[in-house]
């Protein structure tokens, strides 16, 4: 570009902005007016900034002849609006928000000062934005939002990543929300992402993208409704940019997904209005926006997701009607299927408790679900070893049970273990489910729920004056059923894994019942049983079982570790020393893998 050089020096009135060490970037200044762009001349630019007295003249772009001139060639206002960009590294432009078709072009000589120049502009927008006036009124907003078609798509995007302020987003989200514009605009993105080109999907992509990420909540809501959502759901799944093989019909898959959604239990339709919108926040959130969502929409989302589910359960855990009726099918239904949905729905209700917080209103809440008898449901579900579905949503709440309800669900253990009918004993249901069980997730999650039943040294437990009846019915009511297995040859991956899961509950009793465990080991020939599994053929049982061993050491007197020492001779264990005891103590210094089967 030609270039006219002025003088070095000059007094400058007022306070001029030093851009970087080439003071003074020499520019050539074009305007376009009716698609006709005009040189006018050339000049060295420079931004006058305002001191912080209110009545300041504004921040001006200001282009002279030359560095010691009057002549001005060009002098404006620094805009508010996110207005300017770099079309190439030397060529700064912008077009006044006032005026549709007049632009201003500025052509750098180098591109580094035309980076300087744009960083300049925008650390002084975000003062102009933080100081103005003209964004905290809804009003304001409204007329600042363009109108919606393709041509503005661009300008509206630019308007709302502009916006950084928190209470400017609240009233910009209440503006496009206000006269339907918001549903414009979506109809707009909509038929745009449903045209062919690369182009108009990114233009669409993008705009339903920086609406979202305005990040407010009762935008957020909007979005998801059941007017607009499958809009947005269409926009944010024509990414251009995304991979052609990775991308799914995720409008189809939703709207499958809501037709199917089953209410084993009527419920209220605000409450069902919620849980579709929540469905919808989760599918989208960790489908379609995972990575990008920033740090505030995604708070957002999380925010607005754990407000309705607690709105959920509220409406619910008083609905006398909701609960009465669900427990009354759980109790009576016969149909296999229909337990399922209904175990499912129990379980879910559940997991919404997470949302109460401190511990005493999770309390509240399965004291109340006590009262409506979840204990013998939970009973009752055991009985369908081979369903996983209903197993799993059985041990989801039995767990929750022991956890916020201790003394209640143990003391019901106690009353239904000494009635006649077997059936109705809730331990002995988890006992026999857990042998049955070929689920290896359910079969760990019911050997923790049986570690933490007899695990009577919780502190919740501490005033509970039945712990030693619950560790007698134990041992003798359940405990033989439990650790049968162990002298049954394992054949099998199943047989094995539970072999390994009793030997655990084993090591658990080892570590809190002292003589119980002791008496019942020494007259029930469990060592012996025990010593099998060292041949097994599944490692993970030959090494777990060790562990067991390791434990006893604390209990057993001398003349137990003896009977040890002769069956790990015959699998070809060394124990050369003759004084059983110490090589025992060095043994148990040096490690549990000590005791592994060699291969």
């Known amino acids: 570009h030609e270039a006219k050089d002025g003088d070095e020096s000059s007094d400058e009135e007022g306070e001029d902005l030093e851009l970087d060490d080439e003071t003074f970037p020499v520019v050539k200044v074009f305007q376009c007016s009716k698609e006709a762009w005009q040189d006018v001349g050339v000049g060295r630019v420079f931004i006058q900034c305002s001191n912080d007295s209110p009545h300041a003249p504004p921040e001006l772009l200001v282009v002279n002849v030359a560095k010691d001139s009057d002549e001005c060639i060009m002098r404006v206002p620094v805009f508010e609006e996110d207005v300017y960009r770099v079309d190439q590294p030397t060529l700064l432009m912008w077009r006044e928000p006032t005026l549709d078709d007049d632009q201003v072009a500025l052509s750098f000589v180098k591109s580094h000062c035309c980076a300087k120049v744009l960083e300049v502009l925008h650390v002084i927008q975000k003062k102009l934005r933080e100081t103005s006036d003209d964004f905290k009124t809804v009003?304001?907003?409204?007329?600042?939002?363009?109108?919606?078609?393709?041509?503005?798509?661009p300008r509206i995007q630019n308007l709302l990543n502009s916006i950084e302020n928190r209470f400017h987003k609240e009233r910009l989200a209440?503006?496009?929300?206000?006269?339907?514009?918001?549903?414009?605009?979506?109809?707009?993105?909509?038929?745009?992402?449903?045209?062919?080109?690369?182009?108009?999907?990114?233009?669409?992509?993008?705009?339903?993208?920086?609406?979202?990420?305005?990040?407010?909540?009762?935008?957020?809501?909007?979005?998801?409704?059941?007017?607009?959502?499958?809009?947005?759901?269409?926009?944010?799944?024509?990414?251009?940019?995304?991979?052609?093989?990775?991308?799914?019909?995720?409008?189809?898959?939703l709207k499958e997904a809501e037709k199917q959604c089953a209410q084993p239990v009527p419920v209220p339709s605000d409450v069902r209005e919620k849980v579709l919108l929540?469905?919808?926040?989760?599918?989208?959130?960790?489908?379609?926006?995972?990575?990008?969502?920033?740090?505030?929409?995604?708070?957002?989302?999380?925010s607005v997701i754990s407000y309705n589910n607690l709105e959920i359960l509220t409406t619910l855990q008083h609905d006398p009607d909701f609960m009465k009726t669900l427990f009354e099918r759980l109790g009576k239904e016969t149909d296999?299927?229909?337990?399922?949905?209904?175990?499912?729905?129990?379980?879910?209700?559940?997991?919404?408790?997470?949302?109460?917080g401190p511990d005493p209103s999770r309390v509240i809440f399965y004291a109340e679900l006590q009262q409506h008898g979840v204990l013998p449901v939970i009973t009752k579900l055991f009985q369908y070893v081979d369903n996983h579905n209903i197993m799993l949503s059985a041990?989801?709440?039995?767990?929750?049970?022991?956890?916020?309800?201790?003394?209640?669900?143990?003391?019901?253990?106690?009353?239904?273990?000494?009635?006649?009918?077997?059936?109705?004993?809730?331990?002995?249901?988890?006992?026999?489910?857990?042998?049955?069980?070929?689920?290896?997730?359910?079969?760990?999650?019911?050997?923790?729920?049986?570690?933490?039943?007899?695990?009577?040294?919780?502190?919740?437990?501490?005033?509970w004056d039945k712990r030693d009846d619950l560790l007698d019915m134990l041992y003798e009511k359940h405990m033989v059923m439990l650790t049968k297995p162990l002298g049954e040859p394992a054949d099998n991956e199943h047989s094995a894994a539970l072999q390994n899961a009793i030997v655990d509950i084993l090591t658990f009793c080892v570590e809190k019942h002292s003589y119980r465990i002791k008496y019942y080991v020494l007259g029930n020939n469990i060592l012996r049983k025990t010593m099998g599994l060292l041949q097994s053929p599944f490692r993970y049982v030959s090494l777990g079982t060790p562990w067991l061993l390791y434990e006893r050491t604390s209990i057993m007197n001398y003349g137990?570790?003896?009977?040890?020492?002769?069956?790990?001779?015959?699998?070809?264990?060394?124990?050369?020393?003759?004084?059983?005891?110490?090589?025992?103590?060095?043994?148990?210094?040096?490690?549990?893998?000590d005791f592994c089967v060699p291969s």
């Not at 669900?409 to 000494?418: E, I, N, V």
């Open 139 to 153: 009003s304001s907003f409204k007329e600042r939002l363009p109108i919606p078609n393709v041509a503005n798509l």
């Open 174 to 253: 209440e503006a496009m929300m206000a006269d339907g514009y918001l549903d414009k605009l979506m109809d707009l993105i909509d038929a745009c992402a449903d045209l062919e080109g690369d182009e108009l999907c990114g233009v669409a992509y993008n705009t339903a993208l920086s609406v979202v990420m305005l990040g407010e909540p009762s935008l957020i809501e909007k979005l998801f409704s059941d007017e607009l959502v499958f809009k947005l759901v269409a926009a944010l799944q024509s990414n251009p940019w995304a991979l052609r093989t990775c991308q799914a019909d995720h409008v189809a898959y």
């Open 278 to 302: 929540n469905f919808r926040l989760k599918y989208v959130k960790d489908h379609l926006l995972l990575s990008s969502l920033d740090d505030t929409a995604f708070q957002t989302f999380s």
């Open 336 to 356: 296999v299927s229909l337990i399922e949905s209904l175990a499912r729905l129990l379980r879910e209700t559940c997991e919404l408790s997470r949302v109460l």
């Open 395 to 463: 041990t989801d709440v039995l767990h929750n049970m022991l956890q916020f309800a201790p003394k209640e669900t143990r003391s019901f253990m106690l009353h239904t273990d000494s009635e006649k009918d077997k059936k109705r004993s809730l331990l002995r249901a988890v006992v026999v489910a857990m042998l049955g069980s070929r689920e290896p997730g359910v079969r760990e999650q019911l050997c923790d729920i049986i570690k933490g039943v007899i695990d009577t040294e919780l502190e919740s437990l501490a005033k």
């Open 560 to 593: 137990v570790l003896l009977l040890w020492v002769e069956p790990l001779q015959s699998l070809g264990v060394s124990c050369a020393p003759t004084n059983y005891a110490d090589w025992w103590i060095a043994k148990k210094k040096q490690g549990w893998f």
